[in-house]
């Protein structure tokens, strides 16, 4: 199995940045692809961002791109989502995961709740305007 942490929520002015970071531990971080989902009160849970084992291969909900970064050190079993720009709308708890019972190969990422085996606890990001 694997554990996934969430860290570095928090409370940002509409503008600022954050960076998210999910830890891995209890298998070898050999997850194909790793991704960040997002949940805000009232809503159902959204795809963030997905990136492939390799690191060269990435994608994102059109809501977010060129404002955040998804990123992975495998030496430190660990993903990063850097959000820049942050708006009152980001607001949400934020979650990891990772798919390791599937291979993903071609261009396709998953970015589909039942496409992923694991998921970490959440963490709250609040973005005030």
């Known amino acids: 199995q694997v554990q996934l942490v969430e860290s570095g929520g928090g409370l940002v002015q509409a503008g600022g940045s954050l960076r998210l970071s999910c830890a891995a531990s209890?298998?070898?971080?050999?997850?194909?692809?790793m991704g960040w989902f997002r949940q805000a009160p009232g809503k159902e849970r959204e795809f963030v961002a997905a990136?492939?084992?390799?690191?060269?291969?990435?994608y994102y909900t059109d809501s977010v791109k060129g404002r955040f970064i998804i990123s992975r050190d495998n030496s430190k079993n660990t993903v990063y989502l850097q959000m820049n720009s942050l708006k009152p709308e980001d607001t949400a708890v934020y979650y990891c995961a990772a798919v390791f019972t599937k291979v993903y190969s071609g261009s396709y990422l998953p970015r589909y709740r039942y496409e992923y085996d694991a998921w970490g606890q959440g963490t709250q990001v609040t973005v005030s305007s």
């Open positions: 990136i492939r084992r390799s690191g060269g291969s990435t």
């Open positions: 209890g298998r070898t971080f050999s997850g194909n692809v």
